[in-house]
């Protein structure tokens, strides 16, 4: 990879720092620090997309195709730790109002008790290793191409 590639490969790690500071986003410095991050990080990314990709001998068409990949990564790396989260932490079952309705669970317990996040887990987790998936064909096919 050269230098422009991996900067827009690392700048997908604010991402993953916004998803989880989204709910403080008006309310702690931190929050609106990773925000100014996840902003300047979008916009390297648009530049990279137009102008940069070209210095690393990139074509539009792959560096459009990595921004998704890279961007579906984040988003699975931020469902995992997620759920390692409940899986150490713990998760506390809640009804719709959030009033407790039952005990601290932990472990196992807690990842397959928490039903709601797996109504929007799952499907946010089938989309990009579906895409990944073609992602690494198409690449393969491409390459033995070349060869």
């Known amino acids: 990879m050269k230098k422009f590639s991996i900067i827009f490969l690392m700048s997908f790690l604010t991402y993953i720092l916004a998803i989880f500071a989204l709910p403080y986003m008006t309310a702690r410095i931190w929050a609106d620090v990773i925000a100014l991050l996840f902003i300047l990080a979008c916009c390297y990314q648009l530049l990279y997309i137009i102008f940069l990709r070209k210095r690393d001998s ?14 579906f990564s984040a988003v699975i790396t931020a469902i995992l730790i997620y759920y390692g989260n409940n899986f150490i ?29 797996h109504l929007f887990t799952i499907p ?24």
């Not at 506390?92 to 709601?116: H, M, N, R």
Request: proline share 3%; charged share 20%.
């Open 124 to 147: 946010l987790v089938l989309i990009p290793v579906l895409y990944q998936i073609i992602y690494y064909l198409i690449s393969r096919k491409q390459k033995n191409k070349s060869i």
């Open 89 to 117: 932490n713990g998760f506390t079952p809640t009804d719709l109002f959030g009033q407790e309705i039952g005990e601290k669970v932990y472990g196992f317990e807690a990842v397959i008790s928490d039903g709601w996040a």
């Open 58 to 71: 990139v074509s539009l068409g792959r560096s459009i195709s990595r921004y998704f990949l890279y961007l």
